[in-house]
């Protein structure tokens, strides 16, 4: 976190209830949290200790049962699913585990679609979104079909569709965890260098350890309640031991 | 994999960096790239769908042709011979349900203010006996022959003048088969009197199995065993500038027994006798509702079972924050591109059909309004069918995207 970075994203006591008499479950008991422009946070838990919920809540796509989310200044409480669609739409750019990239359109398209949901559908939204890929090494793909692409690429291929219009809230969902070894420690790289634009917030849900190293903060969650967060320190080290 | 790693944020990658040269023109809009790859992206699926519009057109234009074409054949004889009135023996359901007028009418109706001609028309079942024998039920049709409107119309052989000698008949070169005769000059018998045919014609046909077989209005009565002064309607020409429902209020009060009709009245009364109260209009209507509904299901079918096959992507453009309105565009697309495909090639192989029929008994009419009908009616179909599909995509839970 650099000292132009702001809070960008605030949740506050955040609960969130699935389902429904006998099989009611309280998910998230309970939840503050605050993501940071310029810095990349990464998410840590235990499998149903509710980080996939949180991401959806913080992402706009599932609404708390309680408590009040703030992203960019705007508060969500009051709105509707259509006007929920709007803000996810202008604020908040997703990385899937599985890439969920059109298959029937090419890496340049997937990316002019985010660009086209966002109303940046003008004459050079071809050139934009080339350029997207290009900042993210695939600039010789561009036209290349998800089917043609491996999984490294096509996750780089998602990053530039999340990073297309410039969202100010990027979330990223397991975003390793279909990936070698190599290429997630390259798709985690691009996401550290995403999360130092100042303008700009990254939170990654993961379990892969390997990812640490590049975290400017760690939050740990269990049992639906934020266990822990800590600033971890890098050294040469740690990074060089992550790299192998 | 190497990384393309530059100290700039990405947000401000220069376009001067790139060594790729920068595109020029309007593109496709998103939302239609997107439909129309989703709809051929599965060939077998496509192919179902157009099929089953293709059949849905065909079916639809080819009854809607012959219930025009049915229509046009009732009011053959009217339309050939038109008048500004009618006067009709009471009760007549259709022109080919003759019976005779008392035989004062056409002077009654000279009489009237407004009029200025009235000419006779004998219309009669008759026996039709072959030249190698056998025998078959005929409608015959008299008119005078110095009428500008005399029947028969479409000579394509022989002579209208022709039919003023006695004993002459023309009958339309469809019916040679039903009739034993094949050339100009042969024999035949009708209601037991030999008469020669000198004249032929051509797609003049009666919608009913009665062929019809014209002759001079002398010989028509002659042969139906009516009076010199009888007739089975009269054809009334108005006065230029006369109105004609005064007119026909005039003519009506002079003949009470008589029916008055225009001539667009009469040619309905036709139609609808055969067409609503015989069942046969039902029957082609029952063809056409079978058509659209084999459409809609099939379109209907192919189009929810692209949506599901498609489900994560809708969910994902859901997730990524496209509005209901966005998702429901390019299911409407897709309904509307198959409507399209579906047409142009259903249309193409009716009108092959239409056009191989032209010379059988079957008459098929396409026009244009009647075309730009069922171009409206499949879109339409096609938009109807998309319904279940499109209420499958919005309610999509785009949290989805997150389940693994």
Redesign the interface.
Known sequence: MTTESKVIVEAEGIVKVLGAGASENKVLKGVDLQLHTGELTLMMGPSGSGKTTLLSILGCILSPTQGRLTIGGLQTHTMNKEQLAKLRRKHVGFVFQSYNLVPTLSAVENVMLALDLRDLNGPDAYDQAADALEAVGLGHRIKAMPSKMSGGEKQRVSIARALAGSPSVILADEPTAALDAKNGLAVMELLAKVAQDTRRAVLAVTHDHRTLPYADRIITIDDGRIAGSERPKLTEKAVEMAAH | ??????AQ???H?R?A??Q?P??R???L???F??AY??LF?DRLSFIVTIVGILFSVVLVAIQSGIYLGSANKIATIIDAAPADLWVVPLGTKSYDDPSFLSGRERYTALSAPGVEASEDMVVSFARWRKPLGGETTVLLIGTAGDSPKALPANIIEGSRGALEAPNTVAIDRSYFNDLGVSKLGENAELNGTAVKLVAITKRVRSFTTLPFVFTSIDEARRLSGANQEQASYQRVKLLPGANIETVRNEIQARLPDTEVLTQAEFRTRSQDYWLKQTGAGAALDAGKLLGLIVGIVIVAQTLYSSTKDHI??FA?????????G?IVKVILIQAVLSGLIGYVLGMSLALLAIHLAQDTKLTIIMTVPLAAQLFAITIGMCVFAAISAIIKVVRID??V??S?
């Open positions: 994999m190497e990384l393309a790693v530059t944020p990405f947000a990658q376009a960096q790139s790729r920068r595109s023109g309007r593109r809009p998103m939302v790239k997107l790859r989703n992206h994560n992507e994902t453009l859901r997730a990524l924050g496209a509005g209901a966005y785009p949290a995207v997150f693994r």
